[in-house]
Structures are given as structure tokens and as C-alpha cells.
């Protein structure tokens, strides 16, 4: 026995199921009690949001021979004809493959022909903004002035790609996006007709997880519904969408506020190993922080389609987590989603991602300062500053660079005193020669980098590592291999100069800048440059942190 999706099911049959598309029916209706039905539309919007249908409704309308009130009697021949998809007086053709200048001759040929059972023949073409262009002119006439018996129903979800010359010939509707809570009332209208039983929290999931799309909505719905056997429950829900549960996503930010990288790295290796796809994790990651960053600044969650347990959890994490932090999490979720695309391990990538923003954490309390001591800087940054110190003590240094990086990366002894910046902030002694000085404040530069907002050039920077200085003037930067936009942007005029008026500034020396591809083995300096080479400051943090080592 065959067996009809929901979608297909409960495709409205009537104006009033139409979910929550008042201002395009009212429209419709209007002109069908006034008999004033233009010869073309345009129904633009998102995905699922019943372009199709509607389209379909009008064709009924405009065809039926029993109207009431703008509504079809779906009993009529055409409106049984049409529901069933066998009218011949109702032409649906679908643009994308049907997009050639061929196919929109025969329809001019064909529109030249009276309807059989109805008044009118309508032609519904759908994606119409896969046509090309050829096809669009030669669809252009006809859609102009078109026999009086011919309706055209143009549906789209980019609109902005259909030339305006077509456009202008049309009506244009949009249709908005559901919310949670149209889909969330519609699905509980289609269960319980169905007699079967539901959490209130697993169709909360389900309208999330449609994103605006009641057909995506209904598929989701049929899933869970063979899933559970009838019932709809929320740990079904969350198995059959692959979605973090919520406890993982509240461990996971309470990691963030308590900055416990063991922990946050442990999660992404149970989602790793319970099969999760990484690139959905931050996903995952980014709309919690969304909703957290709602109602941290004092937004309504009636309207984020979270479980009440949900919201409960959030609501107690907002009080422990910056908006600042929250923006920063957004930021390094979609860097990491954008890098994860040409990387071999994408787990890496969240990881190395979620360590960067950790160590870059930051807080302003009167002028730009670091943070207070926490875990992480008295593990990762404290150690890494020992060492950049004791470095600068066995090359001959006068003492200045270590005050400098205690000073940066916020050791405890330091007092708690302001990062120095690039202007008050003495040249490093040149004892082992010009490059050994660009290395000791590479670290320094990237910091006051991050200090003084030049994110773009200090993004650019990261994969970067000093390789020689040729000449005393030429610095060559080493990028690992796949970094090929890093190396191009690092070069444009912008981020250059500002490398290099930092650079001039610590060093009191004036480099140009040149770029090289490390090889994927060791290389120059005995290291790959990305994130296997041990010098890397995230790798040095994580390896002091885990008690780990490279491989």
C-alpha cells in the first residue's frame, strides 16, 4: 500500500489553512470578489512557506463553478481535477529543468488555446528564476499581454535574480517566513487529528529545526512519527535530528564562563565520537550563543522555540556570560564552520578554534586590560610568558621585553598592570641580529594586534611565523600550505602597513614584508608553521594545559 507524505496530506484546500499568510490571501481574495484577477504573479519568499499551494488555490478559484465567498468548493470537476493534478487547464512547469528558449516557445504556442474544463488555463512555473535569459525573453511578450483566458503564477525563492523587465509585468507577493509558533500550532492541529500523543518540547524542536519552512516542518514530523511508533517525544526528536542534547550545549557555556578548556575539549570529542558532524556543532554552538546573547541583554525567549528547561538553563547562564563573550563565540564558530570546508579534521579546527578564543579573552574595566588571573593564564599564557622571559634573559636582554610580557599576558606579579602599548614601549635589543629581535616580539605584536582592534591583520597574521630577515630589510613570513588568501591579504596595502608600522614601532627598524609557502614536512626552522608546529603560541598553550605533545 502506497503511502502519502504529510506535506502531501494536509496541503491546504481552502484560503483559511493557508498558516499565517494573511496579507497575500486577503489580496487574492479581494480581487476574486471584485473579478479583479491580474493575468500574472509574482510569489517570492522562503522555502515551504506556500507558494505553490497558494498558487494552486487560485487556479481553483479562478476555475470553480461553485464559489462561495472567494472560496473553492473542492467538488467541481476543475477543483477535483486541479487537487489531483490531472487538470489540463492547470500547467505546472518547473524552471529549472525547463529553462531553454524551446520550452518557452511551445508555451507561447500554447497558450494560444481556449481552456477545456474551466474559464481560465494557468500556468504555475516554479523556480521561474532559473530561466535563461534567452528564455526569459522569449516568455517576456506573452507575459505582457497574454490572452485574456491565461493566468501566469510566477513562484520563486530569488527574486532578486529575475530580470526587472519581467518583474514589472507582474504583481509581486512575498510570503513571510512562519514562526515557531504558527508551525508549532499547526502540527498540533495535524496530531491530534491523527489521535497521536506529543511532548509540548518535541514539536517545540521540530519548529526550530524547519527553520521558517512548514514543508520541512511536516518531513521532520513524519520522521519522528515512524521513529516513535505514533508518539512524538522529545529524546526522539533530538536522536532523529542528530542535535546536541540540551545538557551538552548548558556543559559546554559553563565551560566557556568557567574557562575550562579540558572540558570544552572533551565535549567536542563526544560529539566527535557519537558521530556528529562538526560544521552542525557550531551551528548548534552559534544560534545557543544567539539565544544567550537574547537574553543576556534583556530580550523576551518566549519567541526562541526553546524547551522551558531550556530557557531555564539559559536564563542562569546569561548571568555568568558577557555579551562580549557571546559575540566572541558567534565569531569563532563561523570562522571555524569557514575553515572546517578545506580542512582534513574538522574537529581540529573547532578545538584549535575554541582554544584561540579562550586565550584571546579579554575585558575592558577602565581602559583595555586583561581579564583576572584565571585558569587558563595561570596554565597556559603565564607559562608561555615564562618562557618567552627566560628566552630574552639567556639572548642578552636588558630586562625591558620581560617586563613587556608580563605586563601583556597578565602575570599575577605583575600587578595587574595595563598592557604597554606600541608607543611607550622601548625597542627590543638587537643581540642575536635583527631577526632573532622580530622573533621574540612576535608574540608582543600579535597581542597589541588584539589590542588595539586590528583583527583583520592579526587574523591574516596568525598562521604566520618570521622564517629570516633577507638584507636587513625584506622580512620573510612563513605560511603553511592551503593559506593561500592569508598570504594575498597579508600583502594588500592596508593590513601591510599597519604589520609594518607595529613591527617599525618594537623594533625601531623599517621591514618590508614577502611571503613563502612552507613545505608540509619540516621546513624552515624545523617546523610545518600551522597548527602541528610546536612553536605555535595555541599549541604551546594547549600542550601546557593537557600535558600533551605534538604528533
Known amino acids: 500500500m502506497s503511502y502519502t507524505a504529510l506535506y502531501r496530506t494536509w496541503r491546504p484546500n481552502r484560503w483559511e489553512d493557508v498558516v499565517n499568510q494573511k496579507p497575500v490571501i486577503k489580496i487574492l481574495q479581494n480581487a476574486l470578489a471584485e473579478n479583479k484577477v491580474s493575468h500574472a504573479y509574482l510569489f517570492s519568499g522562503p522555502r515551504g512557506t506556500g507558494k505553490t499551494t497558494v498558487a494552486r488555490l487560485l487556479a481553483k478559484s479562478v476555475n470553480c463553478t461553485k464559489l462561495q465567498d472567494s472560496e473553492p468548493c473542492n467538488a467541481c470537476d476543475p477543483c477535483e481535477a486541479i487537487s489531483a493534478g490531472t487538470s489540463v487547464d492547470v500547467m505546472e512547469i518547473d524552471a529549472a529543468s525547463n529553462r531553454g528558449i524551446d520550452e518557452m516557445r511551445s508555451l507561447r504556442e500554447s ?8 474559464r481560465y488555463k494557468v500556468y504555475i512555473i516554479d523556480e521561474v528564476h532559473m530561466l535563461t ?30 530580470p526587472v523587465t519581467i518583474t514589472s509585468r507582474c504583481q509581486r507577493l512575498e510570503f513571510r517566513r512562519l514562526s515557531i509558533r504558527d508551525i508549532e500550532s499547526r502540527l498540533e492541529q495535524i496530531l491530534a487529528s491523527q489521535g497521536a500523543e506529543w511532548e509540548e518540547g518535541a514539536l517545540r524542536l521540530v519548529a526550530r529545526a524547519a527553520e521558517g519552512s512548514m514543508r520541512d516542518a511536516l518531513s521532520v514530523l513524519d520522521l519522528c512519527l515512524a521513529y516513535g511508533d505514533g508518539k512524538v517525544l522529545e529524546v526522539d526528536v533530538r536522536e532523529v535530528l542528530g542535535a546536541a542534547p540540551s545538557e551538552t550545549m548548558g556543559e559546554f557555556f559553563n565551560a566557556i564562563a568557567a574557562r575550562d578548556i579540558a572540558r570544552l575539549l572533551s565535549i567536542t570529542k563526544e560529539c566527535s565520537e557519537r558521530g556528529k558532524d562538526m560544521g552542525e556543532l557550531c551551528h548548534e554552538i552559534g544560534a545557543y550563543a544567539r539565544d544567550l546573547l537574547l537574553a543576556t541583554s534583556g530580550g523576551s525567549t518566549a519567541d526562541l522555540g526553546r524547551t522551558r528547561q531550556e530557557v531555564e538553563t539559559m536564563s542562569a547562564l546569561a548571568r555568568t556570560l558577557s555579551e562580549d563573550m557571546l559575540i566572541r563565540v558567534l565569531q569563532a564558530m563561523s570562522g571555524a564552520a569557514s575553515e572546517m570546508r578545506n580542512s582534513d579534521n574538522p574537529r581540529l579546527v573547532v578545538d584549535m578554534s575554541l582554544l584561540g578564543l579562550l586565550l584571546d579573552d579579554q575585558e575592558e574595566a577602565g581602559g583595555m586590560r586583561k581579564s583576572e588571573p584565571r585558569a587558563l593564564v595561570a596554565t597556559g599564557e603565564a607559562a608561555a610568558s615564562t618562557r618567552r622571559r627566560k628566552r630574552a634573559r639567556a639572548d642578552g636582554g636588558d630586562g625591558e621585553f620581560d617586563a613587556g610580557a608580563a605586563s601583556v599576558s597578565g602575570d599575577p606579579a605583575d600587578g595587574g598592570a595595563s598592557e604597554a602599548t606600541p608607543e611607550s614601549h622601548e625597542p627590543l635589543p638587537e643581540t642575536g641580529g635583527l631577526f632573532e629581535t622580530v622573533t621574540r616580539v612576535w608574540d608582543l605584536l600579535l597581542e597589541h594586534l588584539q589590542k588595539d582592534r586590528k583583527i583583520q591583520a592579526r587574523a591574516y597574521l596568525l598562521p604566520a611565523r618570521p622564517l629570516r630577515v633577507d638584507d636587513d630589510r625584506l622580512l620573510v613570513l612563513g605560511y603553511p ?25 618594537l623594533t625601531k627598524r623599517k621591514l618590508d614584508l614577502c611571503v613563502e609557502v612552507l613545505n608540509n614536512h619540516k621546513g624552515e626552522g624545523g617546523a610545518d608553521g600551522g597548527m602541528g608546529d610546536e612553536s605555535h603560541p595555541l599549541v604551546r598553550a594547549a600542550v601546557d594545559i593537557l600535558d600533551g605533545k605534538v604528533t
Open 481 to 505: 600550505q592551503g593559506y593561500a588568501t592569508h598570504m594575498e591579504q597579508i600583502l594588500s596595502q592596508p593590513h601591510k602597513q599597519v604589520v609594518q608600522k607595529y613591527l617599525e614601532r
Open 133 to 162: 535569459q534567452e528564455a526569459f525573453n522569449a516568455l517576456l511578450k506573452t507575459l505582457e499581454e497574454p490572452p485574456a483566458h491565461v493566468i501566469f503564477i510566477l513562484a520563486t525563492t530569488a527574486p532578486h535574480k529575475i
Open 111 to 118: 497558450v494560444r488555446y481556449l481552456p477545456v474544463m474551466g
